[in-house]
Protein backbone atom coordinates (compact mmCIF):
# COMPACT_ATOMS: atom_id res chain seq x y z
CA UNK A 1 0.00 0.00 0.00
CA UNK A 2 0.94 3.27 -0.53
CA UNK A 3 2.38 5.57 2.32
CA UNK A 4 0.41 8.36 3.79
CA UNK A 5 3.75 11.07 2.99
CA UNK A 6 3.98 9.37 -0.69
CA UNK A 7 0.04 9.61 -1.22
CA UNK A 8 0.45 13.47 0.07
CA UNK A 9 3.20 13.90 -2.20
CA UNK A 10 1.21 12.50 -4.93
CA UNK A 11 -1.71 15.31 -4.06
CA UNK A 12 0.82 18.04 -3.92
CA UNK A 13 2.50 17.04 -7.59
CA UNK A 14 -0.66 17.04 -8.69
CA UNK A 15 -2.33 20.52 -7.99
CA UNK A 16 0.81 22.30 -8.85
CA UNK A 17 0.76 20.33 -12.21
CA UNK A 18 -3.25 21.80 -12.70
CA UNK A 19 -1.96 25.41 -11.63
CA UNK A 20 0.74 25.57 -14.23
CA UNK A 21 -2.11 24.09 -16.80
CA UNK A 22 -4.23 26.60 -15.81
CA UNK A 23 -1.28 29.13 -15.75
CA UNK A 24 -0.61 28.26 -19.09
CA UNK A 25 -3.84 28.63 -20.69
CA UNK A 26 -4.14 32.31 -19.74
CA UNK A 27 -0.80 33.09 -21.10
CA UNK A 28 -1.82 31.81 -24.50
CA UNK A 29 -3.32 34.61 -27.08
CA UNK A 30 -5.96 33.73 -28.92
CA UNK A 31 -5.13 34.62 -33.06
CA UNK A 32 -6.50 37.77 -34.78
CA UNK A 33 -9.78 37.40 -36.45
CA UNK A 34 -11.15 39.03 -39.27
CA UNK A 35 -15.03 38.98 -39.69
CA UNK A 36 -17.26 40.10 -42.69
CA UNK A 37 -19.94 41.49 -40.18
CA UNK A 38 -23.56 41.59 -42.52
CA UNK A 39 -25.80 44.35 -42.54
CA UNK A 40 -28.56 45.98 -44.40
CA UNK A 41 -27.47 49.44 -45.76
CA UNK A 42 -29.64 52.19 -44.63
CA UNK A 43 -28.73 54.02 -47.68
CA UNK A 44 -30.34 51.92 -50.31
CA UNK A 45 -31.24 48.70 -48.37
CA UNK A 46 -28.41 46.99 -50.58
CA UNK A 47 -27.43 43.35 -48.48
CA UNK A 48 -23.59 44.86 -47.38
CA UNK A 49 -20.72 43.71 -45.43
CA UNK A 50 -17.72 45.52 -43.45
CA UNK A 51 -15.09 44.19 -41.58
CA UNK A 52 -14.57 43.82 -37.82
CA UNK A 53 -10.46 42.90 -36.86
CA UNK A 54 -10.00 41.33 -33.81
CA UNK A 55 -6.58 41.40 -32.45
CA UNK A 56 -4.03 39.18 -31.30
CA UNK A 57 -5.40 38.33 -27.58
CA UNK A 58 -8.73 39.22 -27.76
CA UNK A 59 -11.08 37.48 -25.35
CA UNK A 60 -14.14 37.71 -24.14
CA UNK A 61 -13.30 35.92 -20.97
CA UNK A 62 -10.65 38.52 -19.85
CA UNK A 63 -11.83 41.91 -18.23
CA UNK A 64 -10.68 44.05 -20.59
CA UNK A 65 -12.06 46.97 -22.78
CA UNK A 66 -10.02 47.30 -26.26
CA UNK A 67 -10.21 50.66 -28.00
CA UNK A 68 -12.34 50.81 -31.63
CA UNK A 69 -10.05 51.94 -34.36
CA UNK A 70 -12.73 52.74 -37.43
CA UNK A 71 -11.19 53.38 -40.81
CA UNK A 72 -12.45 54.82 -43.93
CA UNK A 73 -10.47 53.84 -47.19
CA UNK A 74 -9.87 56.16 -50.43
CA UNK A 75 -12.00 56.80 -53.81
CA UNK A 76 -10.24 53.94 -55.06
CA UNK A 77 -11.69 51.13 -52.58
CA UNK A 78 -15.14 51.42 -52.93
CA UNK A 79 -17.25 48.46 -53.61
CA UNK A 80 -20.61 46.14 -53.33
CA UNK A 81 -19.84 45.34 -49.80
CA UNK A 82 -20.21 41.80 -51.09
CA UNK A 83 -17.23 40.31 -53.54
CA UNK A 84 -15.95 43.92 -53.49
CA UNK A 85 -15.14 44.10 -49.65
CA UNK A 86 -11.68 42.75 -49.90
CA UNK A 87 -10.62 45.68 -51.80
CA UNK A 88 -10.19 48.09 -48.55
CA UNK A 89 -7.47 45.70 -47.28
CA UNK A 90 -4.87 47.14 -49.70
CA UNK A 91 -4.05 50.46 -47.29
CA UNK A 92 -4.48 51.69 -43.83
CA UNK A 93 -4.35 49.86 -40.44
CA UNK A 94 -6.50 46.82 -41.31
CA UNK A 95 -3.25 46.35 -44.41
CA UNK A 96 -0.84 46.84 -40.98
CA UNK A 97 -2.73 44.13 -39.01
CA UNK A 98 -3.54 41.37 -41.07
CA UNK A 99 -1.84 41.00 -43.93
CA UNK A 100 1.46 42.10 -42.23
CA UNK A 101 0.17 40.92 -39.21
CA UNK A 102 1.16 43.85 -37.34
CA UNK A 103 0.20 43.76 -33.67
CA UNK A 104 -1.98 46.61 -33.06
CA UNK A 105 -3.93 46.68 -30.31
CA UNK A 106 -6.94 47.92 -32.06
CA UNK A 107 -10.64 46.90 -32.89
CA UNK A 108 -10.87 47.86 -36.30
CA UNK A 109 -14.26 48.63 -37.73
CA UNK A 110 -13.70 48.92 -42.20
CA UNK A 111 -16.52 49.73 -43.89
CA UNK A 112 -16.59 49.60 -47.65
CA UNK A 113 -17.95 53.11 -49.22
CA UNK A 114 -20.94 52.56 -51.70
CA UNK A 115 -19.67 53.27 -55.83
CA UNK A 116 -22.34 55.82 -55.67
CA UNK A 117 -21.71 55.96 -59.57
CA UNK A 118 -18.14 56.30 -59.12
CA UNK A 119 -17.45 53.35 -61.43
CA UNK A 120 -18.93 55.31 -64.34
CA UNK A 121 -16.59 58.55 -64.32
CA UNK A 122 -13.73 56.77 -66.31
CA UNK A 123 -11.51 56.73 -63.22
CA UNK A 124 -8.71 54.13 -64.28
CA UNK A 125 -7.81 53.07 -60.91
CA UNK A 126 -11.37 52.16 -60.43
CA UNK A 127 -12.29 50.93 -63.72
CA UNK A 128 -9.31 49.16 -64.15
CA UNK A 129 -8.57 47.13 -61.16
CA UNK A 130 -8.54 43.51 -60.94
CA UNK A 131 -8.39 41.40 -58.03
CA UNK A 132 -4.56 41.30 -58.15
CA UNK A 133 -4.33 44.48 -56.55
CA UNK A 134 -5.87 42.58 -53.52
CA UNK A 135 -3.02 41.33 -50.78
CA UNK A 136 -3.24 38.02 -49.92
CA UNK A 137 -2.76 37.18 -46.26
CA UNK A 138 0.10 34.54 -46.28
CA UNK A 139 -0.01 31.72 -44.06
CA UNK A 140 3.48 31.86 -42.88
CA UNK A 141 5.17 35.44 -42.94
CA UNK A 142 4.04 39.15 -45.07
CA UNK A 143 4.33 39.44 -48.14
CA UNK A 144 6.87 42.24 -49.35
CA UNK A 145 6.08 45.92 -48.94
CA UNK A 146 5.01 47.76 -52.72
CA UNK A 147 7.96 50.37 -53.09
CA UNK A 148 7.21 54.38 -52.83
CA UNK A 149 7.57 55.57 -56.20
CA UNK A 150 10.09 58.19 -57.26
CA UNK A 151 8.77 61.12 -57.66
CA UNK A 152 11.12 63.31 -59.90
CA UNK A 153 10.15 66.97 -59.26
CA UNK A 154 11.76 69.25 -57.08
CA UNK A 155 10.17 69.68 -53.37
CA UNK A 156 8.83 73.66 -53.25
CA UNK A 157 7.20 73.50 -50.22
CA UNK A 158 3.79 75.45 -49.76
CA UNK A 159 2.02 78.78 -49.19
CA UNK A 160 -1.05 78.68 -47.88
CA UNK A 161 -4.24 79.10 -50.28
CA UNK A 162 -6.45 82.09 -48.93
CA UNK A 163 -9.11 80.07 -49.99
CA UNK A 164 -9.88 76.54 -50.37
CA UNK A 165 -12.85 75.27 -52.58
CA UNK A 166 -15.98 76.07 -50.81
CA UNK A 167 -17.52 72.69 -52.83
CA UNK A 168 -15.59 69.40 -53.81
CA UNK A 169 -16.37 65.94 -54.97
CA UNK A 170 -15.65 64.96 -51.35
CA UNK A 171 -19.25 65.81 -50.47
CA UNK A 172 -20.41 64.64 -53.59
CA UNK A 173 -21.12 60.89 -53.22
CA UNK A 174 -18.55 60.67 -50.63
CA UNK A 175 -18.55 59.14 -46.77
CA UNK A 176 -21.12 61.64 -45.51
CA UNK A 177 -23.90 59.73 -47.40
CA UNK A 178 -23.15 56.77 -45.16
CA UNK A 179 -22.74 58.28 -42.41
CA UNK A 180 -25.68 56.32 -40.55
CA UNK A 181 -24.56 53.16 -41.83
CA UNK A 182 -20.65 53.84 -39.94
CA UNK A 183 -22.14 55.23 -36.62
CA UNK A 184 -24.37 51.99 -36.84
CA UNK A 185 -21.36 49.63 -36.91
CA UNK A 186 -19.54 51.61 -34.23
CA UNK A 187 -22.70 51.04 -32.14
CA UNK A 188 -22.77 47.82 -33.14
CA UNK A 189 -18.99 47.06 -31.91
CA UNK A 190 -19.54 48.49 -28.92
CA UNK A 191 -22.35 46.07 -28.37
CA UNK A 192 -20.93 42.84 -29.12
CA UNK A 193 -17.28 42.88 -28.16
CA UNK A 194 -15.77 44.35 -25.00
CA UNK A 195 -14.79 47.77 -26.17
CA UNK A 196 -14.05 50.86 -24.36
CA UNK A 197 -16.92 53.61 -25.92
CA UNK A 198 -13.95 56.00 -24.48
CA UNK A 199 -11.64 55.08 -26.89
CA UNK A 200 -13.31 55.19 -30.37
CA UNK A 201 -10.90 56.43 -32.91
CA UNK A 202 -11.80 57.69 -36.34
CA UNK A 203 -9.11 57.67 -39.35
CA UNK A 204 -9.17 57.38 -43.37
CA UNK A 205 -7.36 58.67 -46.16
CA UNK A 206 -8.38 60.93 -48.83
CA UNK A 207 -12.22 60.47 -49.50
CA UNK A 208 -11.98 58.40 -46.15
CA UNK A 209 -9.75 61.44 -44.60
CA UNK A 210 -12.74 64.76 -45.62
CA UNK A 211 -15.07 61.55 -43.99
CA UNK A 212 -13.42 61.32 -41.15
CA UNK A 213 -13.41 65.36 -40.69
CA UNK A 214 -17.06 65.52 -41.61
CA UNK A 215 -18.51 62.43 -39.38
CA UNK A 216 -16.33 64.15 -36.68
CA UNK A 217 -17.61 67.30 -36.77
CA UNK A 218 -21.33 65.61 -36.81
CA UNK A 219 -20.31 63.50 -33.98
CA UNK A 220 -18.19 64.88 -31.92
CA UNK A 221 -19.10 63.39 -28.48
CA UNK A 222 -18.42 59.93 -30.06
CA UNK A 223 -14.73 60.18 -30.57
CA UNK A 224 -11.77 60.26 -28.91
CA UNK A 225 -9.31 61.32 -31.87
CA UNK A 226 -9.00 61.82 -35.45
CA UNK A 227 -6.36 61.73 -37.87
CA UNK A 228 -7.45 62.70 -41.04
CA UNK A 229 -4.62 61.96 -43.75
CA UNK A 230 -3.99 63.65 -47.06
CA UNK A 231 -7.76 65.14 -46.60
CA UNK A 232 -7.92 69.38 -45.48
CA UNK A 233 -10.91 70.19 -42.85
CA UNK A 234 -13.60 72.55 -44.47
CA UNK A 235 -13.64 75.73 -42.29
CA UNK A 236 -17.46 74.75 -42.15
CA UNK A 237 -17.09 71.67 -39.96
CA UNK A 238 -14.41 73.00 -37.19
CA UNK A 239 -16.67 74.52 -34.68
CA UNK A 240 -18.19 71.03 -32.95
CA UNK A 241 -14.95 69.95 -33.02
CA UNK A 242 -13.14 72.81 -31.17
CA UNK A 243 -15.95 72.85 -28.96
CA UNK A 244 -15.65 69.66 -28.17
CA UNK A 245 -11.77 69.47 -28.12
CA UNK A 246 -10.89 66.42 -30.31
CA UNK A 247 -7.50 65.96 -30.80
CA UNK A 248 -6.70 66.05 -34.64
CA UNK A 249 -3.78 64.95 -36.25
CA UNK A 250 -4.13 66.03 -39.74
CA UNK A 251 -1.28 64.38 -42.22
CA UNK A 252 -0.72 65.85 -45.76
CA UNK A 253 2.06 65.09 -48.58
CA UNK A 254 4.19 68.03 -49.66
CA UNK A 255 4.12 67.03 -53.12
CA UNK A 256 0.52 65.21 -53.13
CA UNK A 257 -1.25 66.96 -56.36
CA UNK A 258 -4.57 65.42 -56.02
CA UNK A 259 -5.04 67.38 -52.89
CA UNK A 260 -2.63 70.35 -51.99
CA UNK A 261 -1.37 70.92 -49.06
CA UNK A 262 -1.75 74.42 -49.60
CA UNK A 263 -5.65 74.02 -48.60
CA UNK A 264 -4.53 72.49 -45.09
CA UNK A 265 -4.13 75.71 -43.29
CA UNK A 266 -7.54 77.21 -43.56
CA UNK A 267 -9.20 75.02 -41.25
CA UNK A 268 -6.29 74.01 -39.02
CA UNK A 269 -6.13 77.60 -38.26
CA UNK A 270 -9.82 78.42 -38.14
CA UNK A 271 -9.40 75.78 -35.26
CA UNK A 272 -6.94 77.15 -33.28
CA UNK A 273 -8.81 80.72 -33.34
CA UNK A 274 -11.75 78.38 -31.46
CA UNK A 275 -9.31 78.21 -28.82
CA UNK A 276 -8.56 74.33 -29.94
CA UNK A 277 -4.89 73.49 -29.60
CA UNK A 278 -4.73 69.91 -29.12
CA UNK A 279 -3.87 69.55 -32.99
CA UNK A 280 -0.73 68.08 -34.66
CA UNK A 281 0.11 68.59 -38.35
CA UNK A 282 2.77 66.86 -40.44
CA UNK A 283 3.75 67.58 -44.13
CA UNK A 284 5.63 64.84 -45.47
CA UNK A 285 7.55 67.10 -47.81
CA UNK A 286 8.91 64.01 -49.41
CA UNK A 287 5.76 62.31 -50.33
CA UNK A 288 2.61 62.39 -52.42
CA UNK A 289 -0.92 61.49 -52.09
CA UNK A 290 -0.04 57.83 -50.94
CA UNK A 291 1.75 59.43 -48.12
CA UNK A 292 -0.50 57.00 -45.68
CA UNK A 293 1.54 54.54 -46.63
CA UNK A 294 4.48 55.62 -44.73
CA UNK A 295 1.42 57.04 -42.33
CA UNK A 296 0.46 53.37 -41.29
CA UNK A 297 3.41 51.40 -41.49
CA UNK A 298 4.87 53.59 -38.98
CA UNK A 299 3.80 53.67 -35.08
CA UNK A 300 3.76 57.37 -34.52
CA UNK A 301 -0.19 57.36 -35.37
CA UNK A 302 -1.02 54.60 -33.48
CA UNK A 303 0.64 55.62 -30.24
CA UNK A 304 -0.93 58.92 -30.39
CA UNK A 305 -4.18 57.59 -30.67
CA UNK A 306 -3.94 55.50 -27.63
CA UNK A 307 -2.70 58.82 -25.63
CA UNK A 308 -5.88 59.65 -26.01
CA UNK A 309 -9.33 59.16 -23.75
CA UNK A 310 -12.96 60.74 -24.62
Known amino acids: MMSLN????????????IITSCGSKNKISSEAQLLRIPY???????SRNYFVYLPKGYDKKQDKKWPILVFLHGNGERGNGQDELDYVLIHGPLYEAWIQKRDLPFVMVVPQLHMFGRDTL???????????WIPKRLENGAPERPKDPVI????RGALASDTIPSKTNYFNGGWNAIETDVLAMIDKTLLDY?????????????????????????NPKR????NPVVAYGHPF????????????WNIAGGRDHVVPVKYFYEGINKLEALGH??????????????TWRRVYAGDDIYNWLLENHK
Open 237 to 248: LMDSIAQYKIPV
Open 40 to 46: ISKVDQS
Open 223 to 226: FAAI
Open 6 to 17: RFIKSIALLIIL
Open 152 to 155: SEPM
Open 122 to 132: GLGYIDNRITD
Open 277 to 290: HNIRFTIHEDMGHD
Open 194 to 218: DTDINRVYLSGISYGGFGTWYIASK
